[in-house]
C-alpha cells in the first residue's frame, strides 16, 4: 500500500475529516447568525432613524453576502 497526502489508497486522514465538518457545520451556523445580526442592526436603526424597511433589508443582505464569503473560504480552504 502507497501512502500519499490524502492517506492509504485515497482514503482521508480521519484528522482532516472531522476538520472539514466542523468547517461546514460553522458555515451552516454562521449563515443564519450573519442575517439576524443583519436584521436586527438594520431595524434597531431604521427605528431610531425612522427610516423602516430601508436599513433592515440593507443590512439583511449584507448579512447574506457574509454568509457566501464565509462559505467560499471554507471551500477554498479544502480544496487545496
Known sequence: M???????????DPAAS????????????????SM???FGMG???DSWLHTAPIL?????LY???AGFVNLYKVTRRHER
Open 63 to 65: 448579512g447574506v453576502a
Open 18 to 33: 472531522r476538520r472539514s465538518w466542523v468547517d461546514y457545520s460553522s458555515v451552516g451556523l454562521m449563515f443564519p447568525v
Open 43 to 45: 431595524y434597531g436603526l
Open 56 to 60: 433592515t433589508i440593507l443590512l439583511t
Open 36 to 38: 439576524a445580526v443583519g
Open 2 to 12: 502507497r501512502k500519499n497526502a490524502s492517506g492509504i489508497n485515497g482514503e482521508k
